[in-house]
């Protein structure tokens, strides 16, 4: 194989009271890459998009995870690269992580399939550190396997796959700037032992409801009482998004990633939709622009579409 | 009926990474419980045992559970019980949660199963308050219910039973006095930041190792980074107790409530009596007293055995 087209799905990190160890990726948006590869080591990008990003092999996500792939294969070869994006960068809909489990997955596409999974986790975080300046994988896990992944650890890397319910997922991204490292920067170093406490007892029972698909519990475990009292200041109307569109029968949501994006999840599609309602309404009234998704949670990752 | 018998199993609460929302029943230690039914509103308490706990209703542990009954049921009721204390108060294993949990199943069935298990354990939590002066429903929990449970939070009560794996527990209680307050005292208000994360990634990783019953994700999980690295400091011999066990085959385990027990749990009975003779070494060499069990998770919680 010497071409290759995929599709790079877009991911929701912390689902609330999971935060830094929670995943899940999302049929929409999604980011299409074609790779092809040289045989020489070189990195060629071109940004089929209106979004700015950098070409050069070394200031771009997918430039990084491409270089450190070309290196561990003795610069015996090469990639060039296409990338259409379509997932905002700085949405907090994991857009980075999107170039960067993309390009892993694509490179091992073309490469037989000579890495395992945490191979291509880890050459994906290259392209994280690029992005945010941190090593993470809660985006590019739930990214190349699709569904919902805990991040036990990172050192060592212990991922599980958590199986993930049938629920719909409504986000809308308000166009305001929240940069990662802003929103990273605004978190206390230290917390009480008391929120902590709670904190995983609602990880805990988000655990067991995904597992058992008992939506209650899904909705009374997504509860963050430590990180979003905080970050939420930052993404105007937050507040009265999330009440409005739990009585639109959403179950219960939060800050997607670092924000600004807010996702919801939602028993069916037409409570989806409902919620997708209530969260234009909020911000027409506020007069921020925005994007909607309503969207299933994505149950496969980086899908080949060609090659 | 008029008089019932039960037995009251031991519990281990925490689970490590799960300090304050996870709890365990143990097939033994148990207690057993005569309790009989009166037409006045008053409770007689005798203990059968040599542990010198008090017999006036307003200071034992059970006394005030029934009393609580007798208020609700408009003092026109009374109990009188007779208590065998098998499991040893100032364990770590749950003593106070067996008297109230057993005192309320015993009445409750005596007055034909009126109250909910939700009921039975707002009254038991009244007995839990007398012993360490907070409710807390991680052993009563258990105790009711066997098996292991997640007690997501507290106000409002939200309980979740975890399936159990069919794993062997062994016990360790070396006779030293760690008493609750103390135990609590130690822990400090406020905690890193990161040290929670990683907490929540274990406890996470734990619920899903119980339901998925995957033996090698509990051990990985079962790591306390908060509390037992100051706790442990009060139970001599801890550090060489977990780490001998874990050589001889636990998959992982740590301090059983707020102490002196510790609890170690394996794949097997052989391996499960091997850590058993390790902790005898350990505790024979150091020169203190001790109680050793193994044991399987309960799943039955507190039985009747006639009436």
Redesign the interface.
């Known amino acids: 194989m010497q071409k290759i087209k995929i599709k790079s799905p877009a991911t929701v990190a912390n689902l609330v009271?999971?935060?830094?160890?929670?995943g899940m990726a999302l049929n929409e948006p999604y980011d299409i890459m074609q790779v092809q590869l040289l045989n020489e080591p070189n990195v060629i990008i071109r940004n089929n998009d209106y979004f700015g990003l950098p070409e050069e092999a070394e200031k771009n996500v997918a430039g990084v995870v491409l270089l450190s792939i070309i290196e561990r294969m003795k610069n015996e070869i090469g990639f060039e690269v296409e990338i259409t994006k379509q997932i905002k960068p700085g949405s907090g809909l994991g857009s980075s992580a999107a170039s960067a489990a993309g390009a892993a997955i694509a490179a091992n596409h073309l490469l037989d399939n000579i890495f395992s999974n945490e191979e291509m986790i880890q050459f994906a975080m290259n392209g994280e550190k690029l992005a945010s300046g941190v090593k993470h994988a809660d985006n590019i896990s739930p990214c190349i396997s699709g569904g919902i992944t805990?991040?036990?650890?990172i050192h060592p890397l212990?991922i599980?796959s958590?199986p993930a319910p049938d629920l719909y997922v409504t986000v809308v991204h308000p166009q305001i700037e929240v940069k990662t490292s802003d929103a990273r920067q605004i978190?206390?170093?230290?917390?009480?032992?008391?929120d902590?406490?709670?904190?995983?007892?609602?990880?805990?029972?988000l655990?067991?409801g995904l597992?058992?698909n008992d939506h209650d519990?899904i909705g009374?475990?997504l509860e963050d009482v430590?990180i979003e009292p905080v970050r939420s200041i930052l993404i105007p109307g937050f507040d009265e998004v999330k009440k409005k569109c739990k009585e639109a029968g959403a179950l219960g949501g939060g800050i997607s990633g670092s924000g600004p994006s807010v996702f919801m999840l939602s028993k069916d599609e037409s409570t989806a939709k409902a919620v997708e309602q209530v969260m234009k309404e909020v911000y027409n009234k506020i007069g921020i622009d925005y994007n909607t998704y309503v969207t299933r949670i994505n149950k496969r990752g980086v899908e080949v579409v060609s090659g």
């Open positions: 009271c999971g935060f830094d160890i929670l805990l991040i036990r650890s212990d599980i958590i978190l206390k170093k230290q917390i009480l032992f008391k902590a406490i709670r904190q995983w007892g609602n990880i805990a029972g655990i067991t597992i058992k519990l009374r475990s430590i």
